[in-house]
């Protein structure tokens, strides 16, 4: 196994969701579609079908015998608490239903901070790209700021140039990783759609925003292997070592399929669906 990251992913046990100190705001304010493995199709602002009063799901011990794969794959970086527990104070769109929209408005922009955030942090631990650690930093500095912030200045905010001004950085992080570990010439597959890999070489690969849907990737090892964006559906990691892969997400893990020994990252949780 190659050394990619430093301790510091401990960081990310941080952007870890915890739904019992959220009001539900996932199931509520959001848009989702039954064809994506969600109970129904449902509009943003209307809270699910199986969401109850108490802001607990009332199928989530059958999540997987009812094959809502999308409920099982969603992940929202710890931004539900964030948003209940510390910019509301535990008012809820429930409780103070005035403010449901607002509060629906901050919990989108915060999870995208979130999401952002998570890929900084990890940014910030791997080896090889020490010399952007100063850029690095400034980012997850003007993200917390912006966290901190009232909830109208959270909802002006312009997530969109904040985005391309990480974006750019994150593929300088990218780039840095391969040269170092002298996988920039190395030839990616074009296609993955159901593909079988099983035991290839997969170490070093950009899959960033590549469709793996449904490919195999029984046995494979994926050290500085990057997954940032990529499509990870049905695609199956049993067996697998992911314990340095770059940019992979607890919502890209929970959409995959897997097995108990498939090794994870230790800042990632085994979904449910992996035996």
Same mark, same amino acid.
């Given at each position: ?12 046990? @941080? ?120 850029? *690095? ?6 993200? %917390? ?8 200045? *959270? ?82 990691? @049993?067996?697998?070592?992911?314990? %340095?892969?770059?940019?992979? @997400? ?26």
């Amino acid at each position: 196994m190659v050394k990619i990251h430093d301790e510091n992913t401990i960081l990310l046990q @941080s952007l870890k969701s915890d739904c019992s100190k959220c009001s539900g705001l996932c199931c509520t304010a959001l848009f989702f579609s039954k064809m994506d493995g969600f109970p129904e199709d449902k509009s943003a602002g209307k809270p699910c079908v199986n969401l109850q009063k108490d802001f607990r799901c009332k199928i989530h011990g059958e999540l997987e015998k009812s094959k809502m794969k999308g409920c099982i794959g969603y992940d929202c970086f710890g931004a539900g608490q964030q948003v209940t527990q510390f910019i509301y104070f535990g008012q809820t769109w429930q409780n103070v239903p005035k403010q449901a929209k607002e509060i629906f408005d901050v919990f989108i922009v915060v999870f995208q901070l979130y999401q952002i955030r998570y890929f900084l942090l990890e940014a910030m631990a791997i080896l090889p790209v020490k010399v952007l650690k100063n850029d *690095i930093k400034a980012r997850i500095e003007e993200n %917390e700021m912006i966290c901190n912030c009232e909830p109208q200045n *959270i909802i002006i905010f312009d997530i969109e140039n904040y985005r391309n001004r990480v974006n750019v950085l994150l593929k300088q992080v990218c780039s840095l990783l391969q040269k170092s570990l002298c996988y920039e010439n190395k030839k990616c597959p074009s296609d993955f759609l159901g593909r079988n890999f099983k035991n290839k070489d997969m170490r070093g690969l950009d899959l960033s925003t590549k469709l793996l849907i449904a490919a195999n990737f029984n046995n494979c090892v994926f050290d500085g292997t990057i997954f940032l964006g990529a499509d990870t559906r049905d695609a199956d990691f @049993s067996n697998a070592d992911l314990r %340095e892969a770059v940019f992979l @997400s607890q919502g890209q893990i929970n959409s995959a399929k897997g097995n108990r020994n498939a090794k994870l990252p230790q800042y990632l949780d085994y979904p449910i669906t992996w035996r």
